[in-house]
């Protein structure tokens, strides 16, 4: 089995900054893609950002330019630098991974517990 631990949210000022990260544990061979998402009171789970195992990183429109992922490949961490923050960004962010945990068998999607970022206006 895999886990997700997220960390860094918090409560911040419109224009502030937090950085989150997300440690992967458990039965890993190999991570693929990981990524971001958040979800807003009443609003469906949208994508944040997510970076390839090569470190390619991929942005929603809303976050380009304030936000950079950025990942860790030797202590399985994925981060989320988040600057310029807005009251818009306010949501519970979620990290997932695509984590295979052997040679022979295809990766499996993994999601962490959910971090709450909350900007305040």
């Not at 419109?14 to 958040?38: H, P």
Request: with cysteine; glycine share 10%; proline share 4%.
């Amino acid at each position: 089995q895999v886990q997700l631990v997220e960390s860094g949210g918090g409560l911040v000022q419109a224009g502030g900054s937090l950085r989150l990260s997300c440690a992967a544990s458990g039965r890993i061979f190999n991570i693929n893609a990981m990524g971001w998402y958040r979800q807003a009171p009443g609003k469906q789970r949208e994508l944040v950002a997510t970076i390839s195992s090569g470190g390619s990183p991929n942005y929603a429109d809303s976050v380009k330019g304030r936000f950079t992922i950025s990942r860790d490949n030797a202590k399985n961490t994925v981060y989320l630098q988040m600057n310029s923050l807005k009251p818009e960004d306010t949501a519970v962010y979620y990290c997932n991974a695509d984590v295979a945990s052997s040679w022979f068998n295809p990766p499996n999607h993994y999601w962490g517990q959910g971090t709450q970022v909350t900007v305040s206006s």
